[in-house]
């Protein structure tokens, strides 16, 4: 009898549903909204959880009682004191299978190396970084950007307003991001930028980072020191993580996940520069593939398959899948 395997990756922009056969054939897949509990609660986590898992299950031909294992990628779980909850959500799925959750940056990294170890650092909106050794032993970061983890999309964003405000206040270089953001938002002037920042007319968030990028391609210096900032912040979570599993002497990956990363090619390049003198035999591999392959990887674990043979067609099958829902070529 054929088995099946759920995996879901759940984060705060957006949520991931994918079911796949024992053979790494994909079958169904859904989409759903942002689904990190400490934002939304654990309600509404569920109910998340229930409609992706629904809509994926659906999409199979597959009931849910035919899964034969389930790994969850959780954005926002980052203690232990946050599973229990988190399993009675999912044990609302009715799944009869056995489950495993992890924070969703780790099933970047079982997406992203065969190894099925090493560390992941996941930049988007905002940015997080886990690992695994090669004894699953755990190396993380809190999660949270104001302790220090601040390095993604609207963290560069409020970077760039500052140096605007630096600038307007005399305090700080001229820089060509004054002008994109006044031409972005139509406002008259400076003056008039920063007033509707400060009175609330105006808002700008992570939306607005590729106008950063841009103004930083073209050459101007204050927005290219903020790309060159954000790579050694980015660099100095996986350092952390590398340090915290004694990988410094050796050879793995470091998988960078998450749409910051195509911004530009700076990022990588600097946080390549930072990481490689720590730590010689770190490889930095692009995530092309959805995270949520890495979900169904975990799932395919805990319900006893060894992956590594299964990994590759996963991947290439998940891609076919994809591009048929979207109507686009595959990739691979």
């Given amino acids: 009898m054929t088995r099946f395997f759920l995996g879901v990756d759940v984060g ?22 942002p689904g990190n ?4 609660g654990y309600a509404a986590f569920a ?3 229930q409609t992706i898992a629904h809509e994926a299950l659906g999409s199979a031909g597959i009931h849910r009682s035919q899964i034969a294992g389930a790994g969850f990628g959780i954005g926002g779980y980052d203690w232990p004191s946050q599973r229990k909850p988190i399993l009675q959500a999912i044990h609302t799925l009715g799944l009869s299978g056995p489950v495993e959750i992890v924070n969703d940056a780790l099933i970047a990294l079982l997406a992203g190396t065969s190894k099925g170890w090493g560390v992941a650092v996941v930049a988007g909106t905002s940015c997080n970084c886990w690992g695994w050794d090669q004894n699953r032993r755990t190396g993380q970061m809190t999660g949270f950007s104001w302790l220090g983890e601040a390095a993604g999309s609207q963290e560069l964003v409020i970077k760039a307003l500052q140096a605007v405000a630096l600038e307007w206040t005399r305090r700080g270089p ?6 994109a953001f006044v031409e972005l938002t139509r406002t008259r002037d400076t003056a008039d930028f920063l ?3 400060t009175l609330e007319r105006l808002q700008l968030g992570p939306e607005a980072a590729p106008i950063v990028f841009q103004v930083a391609a073209e050459g ?20 952390g993580v590398i340090h915290q599993l004694n990988l410094e002497a050796q050879t793995f990956d470091v998988v960078l996940a998450g749409s910051f990363f195509y911004g530009s090619p700076v990022l990588a390049e600097t946080l390549g520069q930072v990481i490689h003198p720590a730590a010689s035999g770190a490889q930095l ?7 949520v ?8 674990e805990t319900g006893g398959l060894n992956v590594s043979p299964i990994r590759e067609a996963l991947i290439r099958s998940t891609d076919v899948l994809l591009a048929q829902a979207r109507g686009t070529r595959p990739t691979a």
């Fill in 37 to 40: 509990p400490f934002s939304i």
């Fill in 47 to 49: 109910e998340v959880l």
């Fill in 174 to 179: 001229p820089t060509r991001l004054t002008q």
């Fill in 220 to 239: 101007d210096p204050v927005a290219n020191e903020l790309i060159l900032w954000a790579g050694r912040e980015l660099a100095s979570l996986v350092l």
């Fill in 195 to 197: 007033e509707g920042l």
């Fill in 12 to 33: 705060a922009t957006k949520s991931h549903a994918l079911v796949a056969n024992e053979s790494g054939q994909a079958l169904g897949f859904a989409e759903g909204g």
């Fill in 285 to 291: 591999v692009r995530l092309y593939v959805p995270p």
């Fill in 293 to 300: 392959v890495g979900g169904v990887l975990l799932g395919m």
